[in-house]
């Protein structure tokens, strides 16, 4: 009976991974470092395929905090599962002189 009264309020989350993105965005507002979220995030573009606006979404974090290691790992994701390492070469161009001490970014 429990089951069948959840499924009948639940969406269809093997098609729609929005709600997850907007999860850890939340999360993000408390905490932008928290492994996990960003663990569950990464899990959720690469099988829902939202990739769109993720890199963009890296350079919005980057103005509050350049040295954030889960964002530059985040970034680093994205580009590997698009493979688009000619965009990583020009963000990093304009962006290594504020940062030249952080090994994050090499």
Known sequence: LKF????????????????EI?????????DE?????W???????KKFKL???????????FEKDLYNNSVWNHRYFIIQNCGGWSDRRRFFIGRTHFCTTHLGTW
């Open 33 to 37: 470092k928290n492994y996990h979220a």
């Open 51 to 61: 990739f769109d606006g993720e890199l963009e979404f890296t350079e919005l974090l």
């Open 4 to 19: 069948s009264i959840f499924k009948a309020n639940s969406f269809d989350w093997t098609n729609d991974g929005s709600n």
């Open 39 to 45: 663990q569950h995030r990464q899990w959720a573009i």
């Open 22 to 30: 907007a999860l850890t965005n939340k999360i993000f507002t408390k």
